[in-house]
């Protein structure tokens, strides 16, 4: 490779990470470089949904072929069930609504999703590191250029013009940078907004604890044979209840995931293991009373993670000097709109297609830093709010819209009222995942290219 316009650091070698270097791999003068803390590339999760609006991304990245041989059905913009919904925690179940859009959602496991990615990183502007895991950082800014160099856990250190940080919501980027944001804030005289950004630092546990699993599709069928999860996702409602699932696969396997919420805990600090395989006994408990279809599936569950669900709060900025924060590690989010892995293709592809524009130098990357913060920050985190609020919808906890009974309790037609509203919400709430793109969005970030070059990044990121 010729010399190159900028030598890029990716850190975390998830769905985001792996996004943004096969996109920065359509040029051919950026260096990257990847570094992932696991001792392989390995998705953690069985399933990710894919949504009309990540797929188009995808499919400007000459994904669409590879990712359409191992989806659970071919990819089309056809009208298609997406979800069916259904109050299940009752001995009788009620279907409330079929959730149908373009082209449904494209159901894939997660490490075959992994595995094309990585078989369309370039073998000659990328590279990727393993046992690499970030630590800090620290950053160098003179009159004509800056750098960022990785501190890593190994104790070796490597220098970049660019780093972006993918590490997740444990991010040890983000962590430094809200240091960076609070330490400017602080010599501005503002130690309230110094001390926000200091408590943002680090991941929140949401309140909410998920139970996941694969179920092998043929054991289902030996129980149920016509058991709807077969062949439709479903999303069962229960009051602090809630249940996923969905054949992944190529209808080989289930994708299960329980949840169970207390949102009096939310925001507080989880301390615990975060991940942990659990016995199927302690979930049970939660669900005894569901109705024989839902305990069907819980039959075929031998032990399951439970994974507790961490989110990040808001941040004034995902970027400061030469660092820019992607996917989880800028606005982890809970998982009731399938939006997280597919936020981070999106960052992913408008931070890129920013980098490799031949208007992005060393001497301008502050600015397309700029452009990517100004669109994909105030995007990312709407979805993110959305998300929670479609949990509380999920979990009968929205106020107004619960089932506990008591003089408020108005029956069969007052429970359809109630569920028609939710039905109503959550569409409300989601239909940004298919009835919208990103072009917009990206034009209006390219046009920002065009404004007058400004490389004091930290500065304004730090505003």
Same mark, same amino acid.
């Given at each position: ?13 998830? /769905?985001?990470?792996?996004?943004? *270097? ?9 260096? /990257? ?40 059905? %071919?990819?089309?913009?056809? %009208? ?9 925690d009752q001995p009788e179940g009620i279907d409330f609504h079929t959730l149908v859009t ?9 490490? &075959? ?9 370039? !073998? ?27 501190? +890593? ?7 970049? !013009?660019?780093?972006?940080? *993918? ?66 996702? @479903? ?23 329980? @949840?169970?919420?207390?949102? &009096? ?7 615990? *293991? ?62 009731? $709109?399938?939006?997280?892995?597919? $936020? ?20 301008? +990357? ?6 990517? !913060? ?18 509380? +919808? ?5 106020? =107004? ?26 569409q409300g709430n989601w239909e940004w995942a298919w009835e919208t793109t990103v072009d ?16 004091? =990044? ?6």
């Amino acid at each position: 490779m010729s010399t190159p316009k900028f030598r890029v650091a990716i850190c975390g070698g998830g /769905v985001g990470g792996l996004a943004c *270097a096969v996109a920065l791999s359509h040029a051919s003068n950026v260096e /990257v470089d990847i570094y992932e803390a696991a001792s392989e590339f390995a998705e953690v999760g069985a399933g990710i949904g894919v949504w009309p609006r990540t797929w188009k991304i995808l499919s400007a990245l000459g994904l669409a072929e590879d990712l359409g041989k191992i989806a659970m059905i %071919p990819p089309n913009d056809q %009208p298609r069930v997406a979800f069916h919904f259904r109050k299940g925690d009752q001995p009788e179940g009620i279907d409330f609504h079929t959730l149908v859009t373009p082209g449904g959602m494209l159901a894939f496991h997660r490490p &075959d999703f992994q595995r094309v990615l990585i078989n369309h990183l370039s !073998d000659v502007t990328c590279r990727a590191f393993t046992r690499k895991r970030l630590v800090s950082y620290t950053q160098r800014t003179s009159s004509s250029y800056s750098t960022v160099t990785l501190q +890593l856990e190994d104790g070796t250190t490597a220098p970049y !013009d660019l780093l972006i940080a *993918a590490d997740g919501v444990k991010s040890a980027a983000r962590r430094t940078m809200v240091q960076e944001l609070a330490a400017a804030a602080a010599a501005r005289g503002k130690p309230d907004v110094a001390q926000k950004l200091r408590d943002a630092g680090l991941p929140k546990w949401s309140g909410t604890l998920a139970y996941r699993a694969t179920i092998p599709s043929e054991r289902l069928r030996s129980l149920i044979p016509n058991h709807r999860v077969l062949e439709t996702p @479903m999303v069962y409602f229960g009051k602090n209840t809630q249940l996923t699932v969905y054949p992944i696969a190529r209808g080989t396997l289930i994708n299960f995931a329980a @949840m169970r919420a207390r949102y &009096d805990r939310e925001y507080t600090t989880f301390d615990e *293991a975060w991940v942990k395989d659990v016995s199927k006994d302690e979930l049970l408990g939660d669900f005894d009373q569901w109705e024989p279809e839902v305990q069907a599936l819980f039959k075929c569950v031998d032990r399951p993670n439970r994974w507790a669900i961490n989110t990040t709060l808001p941040l004034p900025s995902y970027t400061s000097g030469r660092v820019v924060l992607l996917g989880d590690a800028a606005h982890a989010m809970m998982p009731y $709109q399938g939006a997280g892995a597919g $936020q981070a293709i999106e960052d992913a592809f408008v931070l890129a297609r920013l980098l490799i524009d031949p208007r992005t130098t060393r001497a301008t +990357l502050g600015r397309a830093l700029r452009a990517y !913060d100004a669109i994909r920050r105030p995007f990312s985190q709407r979805v993110q709010a959305a998300s929670r609020e479609n949990g509380l +919808l999920y979990t009968l906890n929205y106020p =107004g819209l619960s089932f506990d009974g008591g003089p408020a309790h108005t029956g069969a037609r007052g429970d359809a009222e109630k569920l028609e509203r939710i039905r109503a919400r959550i569409q409300g709430n989601w239909e940004w995942a298919w009835e919208t793109t990103v072009d917009a969005d990206l034009q209006r970030a390219l046009r920002m290219l065009d404004e007058p070059p400004d490389d004091s =990044g930290m500065r304004r990121g730090a505003r």
